[in-house]
């Protein structure tokens, strides 16, 4: 069956540790994107890319970086200078068009600082 | 980026038809309207998108305003497993492809 997988489902990590976490979708989608969820809000966009080497930073970059080196695969990495990293973590992927193309989800990562 | 203004939440009754309201004054003339849902804990699912008419599928409707700046999702009959958070979603073109900005949605209780 085509996706998008994320892995782990829950992650935690100790304060000034780097964490990746995983994305890989078999969907043959050219976007793929990562969100961070806090607890009762929205969605905010931290990175995304529409080709293989090759991503943009959205509206919440600081502390966070990412790899396309693969078209299926967009890994998250969450450095030691994102300061509050404990969220809900969520990667997507989309064809490229012209607005008219959805987005499939995984079902994201909860990383959590101890 | 054009924005998007929904209710913070709604309320409905199990198996009457629910509405949900979105506002979009800024639209541009080629960005289409999107709704996605999000069930607790669970990634969004998409369910709609339309740019100038009204659209329909098997999970709901989407009706949009003359002016497009405002649509309303439209769910025939609430099931409880309709209870969600409801993303309105215009798509950015400007950056050169589409890139979803989510808002803060609006969260459907369902009672039986």
């Known amino acids: 069956d085509g996706g998008i997988t994320q892995s782990p489902k829950y992650l935690f990590r100790k304060e000034g540790q780097n964490v990746t976490l995983s994305c890989e979708q078999n969907?043959?989608?050219?976007?793929m994107y990562w969100y961070r969820q806090d607890p009762g809000q929205g969605l905010r966009l931290i990175y995304y890319?529409?080709?293989?080497?090759?991503?943009q930073k959205g509206d919440i970059a600081e502390g966070y970086s990412v790899s396309r080196e693969k078209k299926e695969s967009f890994p998250l990495t969450v450095t030691s200078a994102q300061k509050n990293p404990t969220a809900f973590y969520l990667c997507a992927s989309s064809m490229l068009g012209q607005g008219d193309t959805e987005a499939f989800f995984g079902q994201g990562t909860r990383l959590t600082v101890v | 980026d054009a924005k998007t203004t929904q209710p913070n939440s709604m309320e409905s009754n199990e198996e009457e038809p629910v509405h949900l309201p979105c506002n979009h004054s800024?639209?541009?003339?080629?960005?289409?309207i999107h709704w996605y849902r999000q069930l607790p804990s669970q990634g969004p699912e998409y369910v709609i998108h339309g740019l100038t008419s009204n659209v329909n599928n098997r999970m709901a409707s989407l009706a949009i305003a003359e002016d497009r700046k405002s649509s309303t999702l439209i769910l025939h009959r609430a099931t409880l497993r309709d209870a969600a958070v409801y993303y309105c979603i215009l798509i950015d073109r400007n950056t050169g492809f589409q890139k979803l900005v989510f808002g803060t949605g609006t969260r459907l209780l369902v009672s039986p």
């Open positions: 800024t639209i541009s003339g080629t960005d289409y």
């Open positions: 890319s529409q080709i293989v080497n090759d991503f």
């Open positions: 969907l043959n989608h050219d976007a």
